[in-house]
């Protein structure tokens, strides 16, 4: 051990990354030498020298990487929902290097209040009386039936009991926050006679939830925002709109199908509507409730307020985006998330035509590879049946692999994860017998044809 770590290659590991690790990953290679030479196995010392190495790489690494998103699904949950715009991503650097003034009033030189930060912007933007931050989706419609619906009841369309990524169901938020669910209505059809007779005496607030992961066609019917706050007024009690996706404009101005807005809904009449940041809104993981002033006060007062609240970095993006919403006309264009979602299809297939003859080099001739007409998708649970046209590349065995039908399904999973292995991964799907890489996505062109060369091609 001592020879080992006083060699030169192991004093630069230790340099780098400290003695502990280092020490712990010579151990372990001496153990399984130890184990090779009882078993009457040669040991090579260089290569006891490369299992070290290998396995302080291995310990080291970042376990989270940027990656290249070819899966279709602009806002994917798995691979991060929205891309930061870099005006977004320079003020979160800057929050990040040192003091900041996230709870601090400059003028006054008293202590202040962190959601200041964002809430002037966000009043202009939806109209609301105050607004608040927390740090998701769900952690807000939490806040909100904790504060104002504990231990009392709480009317919802059966047809909006909705079941979000990783199994959170609505029903349980609302159990765990003390809530008890009334469900009115069927998976169908609801109306507002449904409602008016659920209301009683230990009836905490209405609540409308926009379902936004999934549609039901055919035989239904739904009750608007505006006349069931029509109702709740008459009954005087609050209504609460769950939006989830969080579109703050018209996303038909830019040549998307449509999506109610918040503005929207306040203008209905809604009380309090909550939503994500880093959906359509196109910013950093975050939670957000809008609203009448008197009721996002009770929720300030909540003390999960504090459990469930932004840090600097969150705020700082957050408000950087939320500046560039204050300027539409070239939102198209600044915001990240939009601008790929707005990607022409020729602009996209011009791509995957360029990229092709690389690719198809690099797989050999066991390979095709085309450039198809694919469907995007926007993702995270918003506008889930509305696809977009793009282009990308369909990659498929030759006929001649071994195995068959069972034989080329395994080279497609053989070239998925050669994909994955690359110094910047890239995600495509593997679906009806190919493997596709849908290049709505690609923004850096240039970075992902470099290291095509670094391929292993199965």
Known sequence: MDRLLAEYAMASLVHRHGRPLVLEAVRRALDRARAAIAAGRSIDPAGIEADIAARVQAVTAPSLVPLFNLTGTVLHTNLGRAPLPEPAIAAMTAVARGASNL????????????????????????????????????????????????????????????????????????????????????????????????????????????????????????????????????????????????????????????????????????????????????????????????????????????????????????ESVLALHEDPDRLAQSLSSLRLLTRARGSIEAQAQRIRPRLAERLGDSWSVEVVACRSQIGSGALPVDRLPSAGLRCVPSMGARGGRRGRSSKLQALATALRALPAPVIGRVNDGALTLDLRCLDDEAGFVTQLDRLAAP
Do not use: C
Not at 132 to 140: E, G, K, Q, R, T
Not at 151 to 161: A, D, F, I, K, N
Not at 279 to 296: C, E, F, S
């Open 103 to 318: 709870e601090f009033d400059l003028e006054t030189g008293r202590r202040g209040d962190r959601h200041r930060h964002v809430e002037p912007r966000l009043r202009r933007l939806t109209s609301a009386e105050a607004a608040i931050v927390v740090n998701n989706n769900a952690a807000a419609v939490l806040l909100v039936l904790d504060t104002l619906a504990k231990r009392r009841e709480v009317p919802v369309s059966r047809g909006e009991l909705i079941e979000i990524g990783g199994a959170f169901r609505m029903p349980d938020i609302m159990k765990r926050a003390g809530a008890r669910l009334v469900e009115v209505g069927t998976t169908n059809r609801t109306h507002l006679r449904d409602y008016e007779a659920a209301i009683s005496p230990r009836t905490a607030l209405l609540m409308k939830i926009h379902t936004s992961n999934y549609a039901i066609e055919g035989f239904t019917a739904s009750v608007g925002e505006r006349p069931l706050a029509a109702l709740a007024r008459e009954h005087g009690l609050p209504l609460v709109s769950d939006l989830g996706s969080g579109s703050l404009v018209d996303m038909t101005a830019y040549g998307l199908p449509p999506e109610p807005t918040v503005r929207a809904m306040i203008g209905d009449g809604v009380d309090l509507v909550t939503f994500s940041g880093d959906k359509l809104l196109g910013g950093p993981q975050a939670g957000i409730v809008a609203g009448r002033a008197d009721l996002v006060a009770r929720l300030k007062r909540n003390p999960l307020m504090r459990a469930l609240r932004p840090d600097k970095v969150t705020l700082a993006a957050l």
